[in-house]
T-cell receptor
Framework: AQTVTQSQPEMSVQEAETVTLSCTYD???????LFWYKQPPSRQMILVIR??????QNATENRFSVNFQKAAKSFSLKISDSQLGDTAMYFC?????????FGTGTRLKVLA | DTEVTQTPKHLVMGMTNKKSLKCEQH?????MYWYKQKAKKPPELMFV???????INESVPSRFSPECPNSSLLNLHLHALQPEDSALYLC????????????????FGQGTRLTVV
């Protein structure tokens, strides 16, 4: 079975600080994709970053980067220079066969 | 165009009503999805269409009836819903890879906030 686990239901960070959100997963596939999605109160799910499993280099998108540990099946998201607009629910997701599997989410609040 | 458009944004319906949710994308994606999301919970998969054919039904009650008229449109027909069906309904689309799964990200619409009274 393919699973995604996020063990931090809520986190907070001061504006301009750095925060790391954790995610672990399980899959028997040898090649797969992992994603972090952001869902602000406006409710639209927005892709933050994507990682292809066969690429050893960690993905980065501006202030967002991942620490992908394939052997440990770990995929954490680091947000640098946190901004008030980063306040949202963050979901880690795995592309399963014909569907996307989501973790339970981490609610991140950026404090002014 | 990297948008998935869902209509309506809000819907209030009685338990005896029939209504439909609509989803449209013009990104050439051949996989389309319906998800149901309760407050503070992750999206739960309901249906997947691949090449306009239903490929996954996650044991969804028959009061929800999906339809994919063409590669750009996805509908969800609602009939005799229960109050517990009140939720955010999200549509998404993605490419289909050669291995039969999806190998790029899913694009999501803004969702329809459904309230059943």
């Amino acid at each position: 079975a393919q699973t995604v686990t996020q063990s931090q239901p809520e986190m907070s960070v001061q504006e301009a600080e750095t925060v790391t959100l954790s995610c672990t997963y399980d899959t028997s596939e040898s090649n797969y994709y992992l994603f972090w999605y952001k869902q602000p109160p406006s409710r639209q799910m927005i892709l933050v970053i994507r990682q292809e499993a066969y690429k050893q280099q960690n993905a980065t998108e501006n202030r967002f980067s991942v620490n992908f540990q394939k052997a440990a099946k770990s995929f954490s998201l680091k947000i640098s220079d946190s901004q008030l607009g980063d306040t949202a629910m963050y979901f880690c997701a795995l592309d399963g066969t014909y569907k996307y599997i989501f973790g339970t989410g981490t609610r991140l609040k950026v404090l002014a | 165009d990297t948008e998935v458009t869902q209509t309506p944004k809000h819907l209030v319906m009685g338990m005896t009503n029939k209504k439909s949710l609509k989803c449209e994308q013009h990104m050439g994606h051949r996989a389309m999805y319906w998800y149901k999301q309760k407050a503070k919970k992750p999206p739960e998969l309901m249906f997947v269409y691949s090449y306009e054919k239903l490929s996954i039904n996650e044991s969804v009650p028959s009061r929800f009836s999906p339809e994919c008229p063409n590669s750009s449109l996805l509908n969800l027909h609602l009939h005799a819903l229960q109050p517990e069906d009140s939720a955010l309904y999200l549509c998404a689309s993605s490419h289909i890879s050669g291995r039969g799964g999806s190998d790029t990200e899913a694009f999501f619409g803004q969702g329809t906030r459904l309230t059943v009274v």
